[in-house]
């Protein structure tokens, strides 16, 4: 009977996985300017600018590329998802010229992988293409490998635009998830995304699953000396952002909340500015507005009034 077992030489087998769900939130007095908020916030994170923020992580973390999938919603949201790898796949060759090639010496994983993620590439060519892994050529790290990891090691994006049907408070919600299996850390990334979205509050989550072993055999369930997500959060970014911290130690679980700490009405008006209130509209604004936060923040309907 043969054997189909991948045989993973050296590999890292810990599997890393960073959420990372960030809120805008925002007040309309129209449902004009309700709707053109949603179209600013849908046109300002459509697939093409996520697809660039993702692929900068890639480079943060240092992995690989191996195939973006990306896709606009009607009447709006996006969505964008890449599915990379710790080793690259370095060369592409057409489908039709892989049977000259001779396949004893050379290690190919035929494929419909979208090409065009990589440079040099024909866009047209891209459901007729062989994948050769560099890698090959070493004989320990098989195309095969890369691919058989390709459900662990992937970074993916969702937006959700959302209103309060009569309340005026528009939400717009992204939710990044970034795993690798391997070396390649995700919280590398964190600050990058930090910056990217600007976020009012941020919900952080990164845990750690499987093992790895050590020269002797003893198993190391996480190859990070991490107390707190806030370790890899910059200077700035903390002095800005009430945290607090959730964590299981024991079973490789980190969460931190992040809620802005200075409020100015201004920034959360849309179609319109303080200036253009009076002062008790200003007022209850500001607490429903307010309100909405903390029931992100805290991730529970308010019955008190602000």
Same mark, same amino acid.
């Given at each position: 009977?043969?054997?189909?077992?991948?045989?993973?030489?050296? %590999?890292?087998?810990?599997?890393?996985?960073?959420?990372?769900?960030? &809120?805008?939130?925002?007040?309309?007095?129209?449902?004009?300017?309700?709707?053109?908020?949603?179209?600013?916030?849908?046109?300002?994170?459509?697939?093409?600018?996520?697809?660039?923020?993702?692929?900068?992580?890639?480079?943060?973390?240092?992995?690989?590329?191996?195939?973006?999938?990306?896709?606009?919603? =009607? @009447?709006?949201?996006?969505?964008?998802?890449?599915?990379?790898?710790?080793?690259?796949?370095? /060369?592409?060759?057409?489908?039709?010229?892989?049977?000259?090639?001779?396949?004893?010496?050379?290690?190919?994983?035929?494929?419909?992988?979208?090409? /065009?993620?990589?440079? /040099?590439? =024909?866009?047209?060519?891209?459901?007729?293409?062989?994948?050769?892994?560099?890698?090959?050529?070493?004989?320990?790290?098989? @195309?095969?490998?890369?691919?058989?990891?390709?459900?662990?090691?992937?970074?993916?994006?969702?937006?959700?635009?959302?209103?309060?049907?009569?309340?005026?408070?528009?939400?717009?919600?992204?939710?990044?998830?970034?795993?690798?299996?391997?070396?390649?850390?995700?919280?590398?990334?964190?600050?990058?995304?930090?910056?990217?979205? =600007?976020?009012?509050?941020?919900?952080?989550?990164?845990?750690?699953?499987? %093992?790895?072993?050590?020269?002797?055999? !003893?198993?190391?369930? /996480?190859?990070?000396?991490?107390?707190?997500?806030?370790?890899?959060?910059?200077?700035?970014?903390?002095? !800005?952002?009430?945290?607090?911290?959730?964590?299981? &130690?024991?079973?490789?679980? %980190?969460?931190?909340?992040?809620?802005?700490?200075?409020?100015?009405?201004?920034? &959360?008006? %849309?179609?319109?500015?303080?200036?253009?209130?009076?002062?008790?509209?200003?007022?209850?604004?500001?607490?429903?507005?307010?309100?909405?936060?903390?029931?992100?923040?805290?991730?529970?309907?308010?019955?008190?009034?602000?």
């Amino acid at each position: 009977m043969k054997n189909n077992k991948i045989k993973l030489f050296g %590999f890292n087998n810990l599997t890393k996985t960073l959420s990372f769900n960030m &809120y805008d939130i925002c007040y309309t007095k129209t449902v004009f300017d309700r709707d053109a908020y949603i179209s600013y916030i849908d046109e300002q994170y459509n697939a093409e600018r996520l697809t660039k923020i993702l692929k900068h992580v890639t480079e943060i973390i240092g992995a690989n590329i191996l195939n973006i999938a990306k896709q606009d919603y =009607d @009447p709006q949201g996006a969505s964008v998802t890449l599915l990379v790898s710790e080793e690259p796949v370095n /060369n592409i060759i057409p489908r039709g010229n892989c049977h000259s090639l001779d396949a004893n010496n050379l290690d190919l994983e035929t494929s419909n992988f979208d090409t /065009n993620r990589f440079d /040099n590439s =024909d866009e047209n060519n891209a459901d007729n293409a062989c994948i050769i892994s560099k890698a090959s050529s070493a004989k320990n790290i098989k @195309p095969e490998s890369v691919v058989a990891h390709l459900d662990k090691s992937h970074i993916t994006v969702h937006t959700y635009p959302e209103y309060h049907p009569d309340g005026g408070v528009c939400t717009f919600r992204a939710d990044i998830d970034v795993s690798t299996c391997g070396k390649i850390s995700p919280l590398n990334a964190l600050n990058y995304l930090i910056s990217c979205f =600007d976020a009012d509050i941020m919900t952080i989550d990164y845990r750690v699953r499987g %093992f790895t072993r050590d020269i002797t055999g !003893r198993k190391i369930f /996480n190859d990070q000396n991490l107390t707190s997500i806030q370790s890899f959060i910059s200077k700035e970014v903390l002095d !800005r952002y009430y945290m607090i911290d959730v964590n299981v &130690y024991q079973e490789n679980i %980190f969460h931190t909340k992040c809620k802005l700490k200075e409020f100015d009405l201004d920034n &959360y008006l %849309f179609g319109l500015s303080k200036d253009e209130l009076h002062a008790g509209e200003a007022r209850k604004i500001t607490q429903r507005l307010m309100k909405e936060m903390d029931e992100i923040f805290y991730g529970q309907n308010m019955a008190i009034d602000y």
